[in-house]
């Protein structure tokens, strides 16, 4: 209504200065109250304009920043005038050519001209509003922001609009399959905020909406590993102790696969068919996978520990260990067996000993690779498992020495 309202003044302002140019119309006394008053209204429209800016900036108004922008374009109108106003006084004082009296007909064409303007892209900025126009070049913006984030495989599309004091932005982003759904969480809320960010360099007072989506894909740093575990999970079951190996060219792959406790055999083979077979598919350079069945037990089982019930083996426990990570490494062991009653045997593992459990934590070297720190482990396990035939779950916890205590 307001574009309408200057369209009907700008035109109304081109017929009175079109009658006056052809039918010498009206007088026009460029007196000294006139200069006054255009002056005036200058400074009016200045601090009126100022005003209503930094209102609309604040409160996200999209009607006032239109008002603001109506009345600073009141100042350049004005201007036109006094200059038309001007050159009528200055014919008047010096006898100027006749014509020069007109010039006040001739800077309304000036003033309608800067009306029209006024109008026009004021009647743009609220069709743009009412139809959710998307602000400027912001999506691309934040497309190119998102696209250097960590974990963000491609922007695939950045949709923005702006309703009212609101902007509202819908992402979609690829990003690697096999991220847990928390770090697919994190990396939602990551895009969000940058999204955010981006949003408030074009308009800093704007509430901004943001609905991210992500759609999981291959990536490009996916190792042979990645994909195994990958798979495993889109199976229902959890895949560990992976090695792969490259025969002439062409990879294998084994590992177990925990399945549940209560499957029977057929029921876990089909799944670890359908596992190496996806696999296989999915991997061209896979020449070969297989998988060992496992049924990992999900009880909480009851034991007592009785460490100090065999100081002789435990002692000796560590001093095998320390024959391989180095004196003095092997310490805070504990040996857990179960309720039921049996036939206590010290010393070395026998015929009669009972099954135990073994917890035995091992100082290495807080720089060794972490590769060699694993077949060291193993090799205490084993050294262990000569000696004591009847261990039942052996628990080698490796760690770096502690920092002296200053």
């Known amino acids: 209504m307001e574009a309408l309202l200057l369209l009907g003044t700008a035109i109304w302002v081109i017929i009175e200065a079109v009658h006056r140019l052809l039918y010498q119309e009206g007088h026009v006394d460029a007196s000294i109250w006139a200069f006054v008053v255009m002056l005036v209204s200058i400074v009016v429209d200045v601090t009126r304009s100022r005003v209503l800016l930094r209102v609309a900036r604040k409160l996200g108004s999209q009607a006032l920043e239109a ?19 001007l050159v009528v006084y200055l014919t008047n004082l010096f006898h100027w050519p006749a014509w020069l009296v007109q010039a006040d007909a001739i800077a309304a064409f000036g003033v309608s001209g800067i009306v029209i303007w006024v109008s026009l892209r004021l009647a743009r900025e609220t069709i743009d509003a009412l139809l959710d126009h998307s602000p400027g070049a912001l999506a691309t913006h934040i497309k190119q922001r998102l696209t250097g984030l960590d974990d963000v495989i491609e922007v695939r599309r950045v949709r923005v609009r702006r309703g009212g004091n609101k902007c509202f932005a819908d992402v979609i982003i690829s990003a690697p399959r096999t991220l847990t759904f928390e770090q697919i969480h994190h990396l939602s809320d990551l895009v969000e905020d940058e999204t955010t960010d981006e949003a408030h360099t074009f308009s800093a007072l704007d509430d901004i909406d943001v609905v991210v989506h992500v759609e999981p894909v291959t990536s490009p740093k996916e190792t042979v ?10 199976q229902g079951v959890h895949a560990h102790d992976i090695h792969v190996r490259d025969v002439a060219g062409k990879l294998e792959a ?16 089909t799944i670890a068919t359908q596992l190496e077979q996806a696999l296989l598919q999915n991997n061209k350079q896979l020449h070969r996978v297989t998988t060992h069945l496992e049924a990992p037990d999900e009880n909480i089982v009851q034991r007592q520990d009785v460490t100090i019930q065999y100081p002789e083996m435990a002692a000796r426990m560590c001093r095998i260990a ?66 004591y035939p009847n261990l039942n779950t052996v628990v080698i916890h490796t760690e770096p020495p502690e920092d002296p205590i200053c």
């Open 225 to 234: 590993i990645d994909q195994i575990h990958y798979q495993a999970e889109r």
């Open 67 to 85: 008002d603001a922008l109506h009345f600073s374009t009141d100042v350049w109108s004005s201007v036109v005038v006094i200059f038309g106003l």
């Open 254 to 269: 084994d590992f177990d696969v925990e399945v549940h406790a209560d499957m029977n055999l057929e029921q876990a083979h």
């Open 322 to 387: 320390d024959g391989i990570a180095g004196t003095g490494n092997a310490h805070d062991i504990h040996l857990y067996r179960p309720h039921r009653l049996v036939a206590e045997v010290g010393g070395h593992g026998t015929k009669g000993a009972p099954e135990l459990d073994l917890v035995l934590h091992v100082i290495f070297d807080a720089h060794a690779p972490l590769s060699q720190v694993h077949i060291d482990a193993e090799k205490i396990k084993r050294a262990l498992r000569r000696s």
